[in-house]
């Protein structure tokens, strides 16, 4: 028997509004159930073996993210916006994983992501935690959004590059020396002291 929509909104509320196959079977919620709460429009598909609540579920697209990719890094034009150096929302979020991680695990249909791989002693350079949407993230500070942004400049939007430099230049809370230290690990110091080096 189904068990009433309040408590599948209670028992998905105890997991951040994300569970897995597993979890939703560990509570005598099976295949079939599934397919009815799918069909009713109570829960949606993110991929194989997960699902999000749409009734309770608080429009936060990085409650998601947080649950898929625990261990992935907030980056490039995701941080960007965060930090206030772009005025354009990404269409995507910018994800900095280990480039070992499973190709499996970021096909996801929702939200849409953009995965930026990193060898595992470049992955946590410059790894912070903040605040988005009453949710605690994990994001590169701005000080290695920058480096990323030099890292891949060719794949940046100009206008996007231009006015994060900006703003950076600007900004009262960059740290110079971390900028240094960055750049010399990520190896891009040249492209700093010839774009940026000038401003500081």
């Known amino acids: 028997m189904m068990i009433p929509n309040h408590e599948i909104n209670e028992l998905?509320?105890?997991?951040n509004n994300v569970?897995?196959?597993?979890e939703l079977y560990a509570e005598r919620i099976y295949y079939k159930?599934?397919?009815?709460?799918?069909?009713?429009?109570?829960?949606?598909?993110?991929?194989?073996?997960y699902y999000h609540l749409v009734n309770q579920y608080d429009g936060s697209e990085i409650t998601i993210i947080n649950n898929l990719?625990?261990?992935?890094?907030?980056?490039?034009?995701?941080?960007?916006?965060?930090?206030?150096?772009?005025?354009?929302?990404?269409?995507?979020?910018?994800?900095?994983?280990d480039k070992n991680i499973s190709k499996y695990r970021i096909k996801i249909d929702y939200p849409f992501i953009k995965t930026y791989f990193f060898e595992p002693h470049l992955l946590t350079i410059g790894l912070t935690i903040s605040q988005m949407d009453e949710n605690s993230i994990r994001i590169y500070d701005r000080d290695r959004t920058i480096c990323d942004c030099l890292r891949y400049i060719n794949k940046?939007?100009?206008?996007?590059?231009?006015?994060?430099?900006?703003?950076?230049?600007?900004?009262?809370?960059k740290n110079i020396p971390n900028l240094m230290q960055y750049a010399k690990e990520?190896?891009?110091?040249?492209?700093?002291?010839?774009?940026?080096?000038?401003?500081l």
Request: with cysteine; hydrophobic share 40%; glycine share 4%.
């Open 186 to 199: 990520l190896r891009v110091q040249k492209k700093v002291n010839d774009l940026i080096g000038v401003w």
């Open 33 to 49: 159930d599934i397919q009815k709460l799918l069909n009713d429009g109570i829960i949606e598909k993110i991929k194989q073996g």
């Open 69 to 97: 990719f625990p261990d992935a890094i907030l980056c490039m034009n995701t941080a960007l916006f965060h930090y206030r150096y772009s005025e354009r929302t990404p269409s995507e979020w910018h994800l900095a994983v």
């Open 156 to 173: 940046m939007d100009k206008e996007v590059f231009n006015k994060a430099i900006q703003n950076y230049v600007k900004d009262t809370r």
């Open 19 to 22: 569970m897995r196959t597993s």
């Open 12 to 15: 998905f509320k105890k997991h």
